[in-house]
């Protein structure tokens, strides 16, 4: 027999009858249907390079190897405890949706707890005077006052000023977090799933960009409805748009990477109108400065993030070096959750204001 064919060796059978055959059954168990099974389960799990990879999972081509394709359902999601080229990617935004879960709960239970650390955070980041700290105290101590100007609200009593706004903003920005986790670990899977799931990432990030409006909005303009229905009507309508555009197939493909980013920056630059009206209603604020320091803090993260992003770097400079570790789409993702939590800061600011001053 041929060395290179199946290994196959006779076996004696014992016969009832005064007639015995000799009887083939493969001599090794390793060379079976159970050996090539478990090739073939060995070779779904194996990393791929770049050039090994399907043309719809062809991205960043800075990015060389440690690609999973064409994985199961089963054996992407065991992936979250292994070491490729999107583990950072699933694990920042995974536990940034954690982080969200938790300050979510806290906040629906103990809410009158949480400005006071804030607090201590926003005079050790931004080195704020003394002086300052007494002019807001002094403003909050005017405002409960002058009844001609407000109405003082007890902010120790929950329920006061409607939380809505501030859970939509934290809903928002958990969705985004999942969905964008999700995404990472289970776009090996196929391309119909590819496709659908960076539908829903896309969608995700613009359902954040636009919760990340209501509260600001709400709670600065809540005295006069009027234009906070504008401003709200507005970028919900934009994000509606983005989302209706970044479904068509076409626009979801790696050549369309800068449209969409030009999409994302347009939402968000659509936050300058409001926020000059804001900062002329409220000139005489002495919280003004504090508030727009955090939200210029979640402007700066996001575009410096997204400046990453778009340009590809550091793995531009050196392909390969970056593959598991440091590439682009892993700073934009830290850039992401630190301007979410900035403008979480800034949310609790403007909650705590209006619980105080009221209208």
Same mark, same amino acid.
């Given at each position: ?14 016969? /009832?009858?005064? /007639? ?74 995974? !536990?940034?949706?954690? !982080? ?78 999942? /969905? ?81 980013? *030009? *999409? ?52 531009? *400079? ?22 979410? !939590? ?18």
């Amino acid at each position: 027999m041929d060395q290179d064919g199946p290994n196959y060796e006779p076996e004696t059978v014992p016969c /009832s009858n005064s /007639s015995c055959k000799s009887k083939i059954v493969p001599g090794d168990g390793s060379s079976g249907p159970k050996k090539i099974k478990s090739q073939k389960t060995r070779k779904r799990r194996e990393l791929m390079s770049y050039s090994e990879l399907p043309e719809y999972m062809k991205d960043n081509e800075y990015i060389l190897n440690y690609y999973r394709a064409e994985w199961s359902i089963r054996d992407a999601f065991f992936s979250v405890f292994s070491f490729h080229n999107e583990s950072l990617n699933v694990w920042t935004h995974l !536990l940034g949706f954690i !982080l969200f879960v938790g300050l979510t709960v806290a906040n629906i239970m103990h809410h009158d707890k949480f400005f006071p650390v804030i607090d201590v955070h926003t005079e050790s980041m931004f080195s704020l005077s003394r002086s300052t700290c007494n002019q807001y105290i002094n403003f909050l101590n005017h405002s409960r006052g002058s009844k001609n100007r407000c109405t003082y609200l007890d902010a120790k009593s929950p329920g006061n000023v409607t939380r809505w706004p501030f859970f939509v903003f934290l809903g928002g920005s958990m969705f985004c977090l999942l /969905s964008s986790s999700i995404c990472h670990l289970f776009c090996c899977h196929s391309k119909d799933l590819n496709v659908f799931l960076l539908r829903i990432d896309y969608a995700g990030i613009t359902a954040m960009i636009i919760t990340s409006f209501f509260p600001p909005i709400y709670y600065i303009f809540q005295c006069t409805p009027r234009w906070y229905f504008i401003y709200l009507a507005g970028i919900t309508s934009m994000g509606i748009f983005t989302i209706i555009t970044l479904f068509t197939p076409s626009l979801s493909s790696p050549k369309y990477r800068g449209f969409r980013a *030009l *999409l994302f920056a347009s939402m968000g630059l659509f936050g300058v109108v409001p926020a000059v009206h804001a900062i002329v209603v409220n000139w005489e604020n002495p919280q003004r400065n504090v508030t727009l320091m955090y939200e210029l803090g979640m402007a700066v993260f996001y575009l410096v993030g997204t400046g990453f992003y778009v340009g590809r770097v550091p793995e531009r *400079l050196k392909p390969g070096w970056f593959d598991r570790v440091g590439h682009s789409h892993q700073i934009f993702h830290v850039f992401v959750m630190l301007g979410a !939590l900035s403008h979480y800061a800034a949310a609790l600011l403007f909650l705590d204001w209006r619980d105080h001053v009221g209208c």
